[in-house]
């Protein structure tokens, strides 16, 4: 199976910006054959779809909430796949996480399994 590695999280003010990442790890010969996505939970609530991107990263779609100041973006030949943060909110604080999709028509994930996440808080 894929491991999957985030990192970036950490504290930053309303208005600032943040770069997560996603190492993949294990059988990352499959990496590149999987759309892969973003996902968060914010204490007190399910985890909730941010992003995907295609296997190919020629296609991207964004949770409403997020369109217009996040962007996800991939690597294949180096396993990774990143999100940066612009404009932050308070309501962008959340552990996020990365999960591979089925497809780029669905908001749920892939694996039945979770990394640790990385912590994002954004202080008002």
């Known amino acids: 199976q894929v491991q999957l590695d985030e990192s970036g999280g950490g504290l930053v003010q309303a208005g600032g910006s943040l770069r997560l990442s996603c190492a993949a790890s294990?059988?990352?010969?499959?990496?590149?054959?999987?759309?892969m996505g973003w996902f968060r939970q914010a204490p007190g609530k399910e985890r909730e779809f941010v992003a995907a991107?295609?296997?190919?990263?020629?296609?991207?779609s964004y949770a409403d909430s997020v369109k217009g100041r996040f962007t996800i973006s991939r690597d294949n030949a180096e396993n990774t796949m990143t999100l940066q943060m612009n404009s932050l909110k308070p309501e962008d604080t959340a552990v996020y996480y990365c999960?591979?999709?089925?497809?780029?028509?669905?908001?749920?994930?892939?694996?039945?399994?979770w990394g640790q996440g990385t912590q994002v808080t954004v202080s008002s």
């Open positions: 999960n591979a999709l089925k497809h780029m028509r669905t908001t749920q994930a892939l694996f039945d399994y």
């Open positions: 294990g059988r990352t010969r499959t990496f590149s054959s999987y759309v």
């Open positions: 991107i295609s296997w190919s990263g020629d296609s991207t």
